[in-house]
């Protein structure tokens, strides 16, 4: 499985209606439905926002909506889309702004379904990892050691804050996790305990 990096678009017009395909990256079934929640108050002005998510290591979450459109012509096929690509924490949405003239049952399953192809072309995913969340607060001189090792670790999401000390937060993969803990330590004589939680 791979997994969804970040934010894409891709939009196509059929026949005057509007169909408007967007990626988010969400690692939950809660995260997706939050999501979801954001784009219709987006497009509340549209008629159908369809949606399709799969979440998971192995993609064994999911699930789709045809939000008002004829059942089977709108979910399904994105969510078929959506589940042989091969990639994981993904909410793929669909919003249509009807343009006056009705598809049919055909049409619909392929406007949504190429809808949901030209989104995944042109977004970015990378294979998945497992990955563990990681926190810890130090002082500026342990703080300057420990983000020169940053490199030798898979560290992303990373934000900073200053004050007194600096405090970080970000996500490693779980296998390094343990190993970035004890650097820090070593680095800090013992004074910088690391936290590891997992990913939400």
């Known amino acids: 499985m791979n997994v969804l990096l970040d934010y894409a678009r891709a939009e196509q017009v059929v026949r005057n209606s509007r169909f408007i395909a967007e990626v988010f990256p969400v690692s939950t079934q809660a995260l997706a439905r939050d999501t979801l929640r954001d784009v219709k108050l987006r497009y509340k002005d549209a008629a159908h926002v369809v949606h399709a998510f799969v979440t998971g290591a192995q993609g064994e979450t999911n699930g789709m909506s045809d939000d008002g459109e004829p059942g089977?012509?709108?979910?399904?096929?994105?969510?078929?889309?959506?589940?042989?690509?091969?990639?994981?924490?993904?909410?793929?949405?669909?919003?249509?702004?009807?343009?006056?003239t009705l598809l049919g049952t055909g049409g619909l399953v392929r406007a949504y379904g190429d809808s949901a192809k030209q989104v995944l072309a042109v977004c970015r995913s990378e294979p998945f990892v497992a990955k563990?969340?990681?926190?810890?607060?130090?002082?500026?001189?342990?703080?300057e050691a420990v983000r020169r090792r940053y490199e030798q670790y898979h560290v992303s999401a990373l934000t900073e804050?200053?004050?007194?000390?600096?405090?970080?937060?970000?996500?490693?993969?779980?296998?390094?996790?343990?190993?970035?803990?004890?650097?820090?330590?070593?680095?800090?004589?013992?004074?910088?305990?690391?936290?590891?939680?997992?990913?939400?």
Request: proline content about 4%; hydrophobic content about 40%.
């Open 72 to 100: 089977g012509t709108a979910g399904r096929p994105v969510l078929d889309v959506l589940r042989g690509s091969g990639i994981t924490n993904i909410l793929l949405t669909v919003t249509r702004y009807f343009g006056g």
């Open 161 to 200: 804050s200053y004050g007194a000390a600096v405090t970080v937060h970000a996500d490693i993969w779980a296998e390094e996790a343990a190993a970035f803990a004890a650097d820090v330590k070593n680095m800090s004589k013992g004074k910088t305990e690391v936290q590891i939680t997992p990913c939400i």
């Open 132 to 143: 563990q969340h990681i926190s810890f607060s130090a002082d500026y001189p342990v703080y």
